[in-house]
């Protein structure tokens, strides 16, 4: 990890940014419970964007010291071949291993 | 401060944000073929754009003293159409010696299937053969980790290939350091939803240096703001970085690249100019 490379100290970088990231969390926190009074009541964890979600929200409360180079890669296209076709023209946030199956 | 925007798509922009970038110290506007948002019906379609970008835009941002330059091709978004691709590169030459023509781009990967990546070589290709600049855009959201990759491996095996003459555009976390590592140029795109914000571009420029880096508004008809650049600079001061390392980033490395094409200056700075600040800050 390259420390000591942003020139504002803890308690600095905790003043600046502690209330936007605050109202961040608020709103992951509004989105998930929004899920669950969901008009229909599907369970939103079998959706392949909610699966990485959630993993995602695991490396952020985890410990690793490139949390965020390891949560882009959880969203991430894992594989090299390229696709022989086109299948559809923009991306969707995560990767779905179910559509490298078919 | 003055500042160059490199990416940004002004024919879907007004007059008044011309005019809005020059008040925040936009000297110049480098800008690259894109994909309009739907498909272009034809070739001629293409040499319509080509013309625009060529003779109408850098009218427009004369207006507001802003030196205009653009990049020409058939965008990824459209690089799977391979007998599109091959009537559109055969009409680009013709436009190359425009006087503010400056390279081949925003040419790449969009969902990585084998067509794009025939189309993305035969434009590198018209590039490496006419002496060109090189501009790659990198795919969106789950698509960018594997399209970057596979960018950068097709690129090394193109003979006669020089990195620093390439940038590879769109870059995040996860993609920066094997751009730079293989020694292309790069940029962060300052988006509000889908890219990168001010914040997580200045902790990049924190965490892997100032070298062949740049940044841009990337501003098109999506949600995109076209003073992102100087949002940056005023994060940048925020935290407490030097005005040196500031003017290095928005100015110096874009105007390093741009150089190279032989073909860009600054109206009222001069280029000469250009180059005394340049060796004045190193
Ligand atoms: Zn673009």
């Known amino acids: 990890m390259t420390k000591g490379t942003c020139p504002l100290t803890t308690g600095q970088i905790i003043d600046e940014y502690f209330i936007e990231n605050r109202t961040r969390l608020l709103e992951l926190a509004a989105f998930l419970e929004r899920l669950d009074r969901s008009a229909d009541g599907v369970d939103a964890t079998n959706d392949f964007r909610m699966a990485a979600f959630r993993r995602a929200l695991q490396m952020i409360a985890s410990n690793a010291p490139d949390k965020m180079d390891q949560v882009q890669l959880l969203f991430s296209d894992p594989t090299t071949e390229p696709r022989e076709q086109l299948d559809t023209k923009s991306a969707s946030g995560a990767w779905n291993p179910a559509s490298e199956v078919a | 401060m003055y500042y160059i925007e490199m990416h940004a798509h002004m024919v879907s922009r007004t007059t008044d944000d011309y005019r809005d970038m020059a008040m925040a110290g936009c000297v110049a506007v480098s800008e690259p073929a894109f994909w309009a948002g739907w498909d272009r019906s034809s070739a001629d379609g293409f040499e319509d754009y080509f013309r625009q970008l060529t003779e109408f835009e850098p009218k427009r941002a ?20 391979r007998t599109l691709a091959a009537e559109v590169l055969k009409r680009i030459p013709k436009y190359l010696d425009r006087p503010n ?40 959201l789950e698509d960018k980790y594997k399209g970057t990759r596979v960018t950068i491996e097709n690129l090394q095996k193109m003979k006669g290939l020089r990195a620093n003459r390439v940038l590879i555009d769109h870059a995040e976390e996860h993609t920066v350091n094997m751009i730079l590592e293989a020694g292309f140029y790069t940029g962060f795109t300052l988006y509000p939803n889908t890219k990168v914000s001010a914040a997580r571009a200045v902790d990049m420029v924190e965490k892997y240096g100032t070298e062949r880096i740049t940044v841009s508004s990337a501003c098109d008809w999506g949600p995109s703001v076209p003073t992102a650049v100087p949002q940056l600079m005023l994060e940048m001061r925020r935290r407490g970085h030097s005005e040196e390392i500031i003017r290095k980033i ?8 741009l150089l190279q ?21 190193t």
Do not use: M, Y
């Open chain 2, 62 to 81: 004369a207006q507001a003293s802003i030196r205009h330059v653009t990049w020409l091709c058939l965008n990824p978004k459209e690089g799977e159409d």
């Open chain 2, 101 to 140: 023509v400056v390279g081949i781009g925003e040419i790449g990967l969009n969902r990585v299937t084998r067509n794009e990546i025939a189309t993305l070589n035969d434009h590198v290709q018209l590039a490496l053969n006419s002496n060109q600049l090189i501009l790659i855009h990198t795919p969106h």
């Open chain 2, 250 to 257: 928005v100015f110096e490395n874009p105007l390093e690249f």
């Open chain 2, 261 to 281: 094409s032989g073909k860009f200056e600054l109206p009222r700075l001069g280029i000469q100019a250009a180059l005394r600040s340049i060796a004045a800050a």
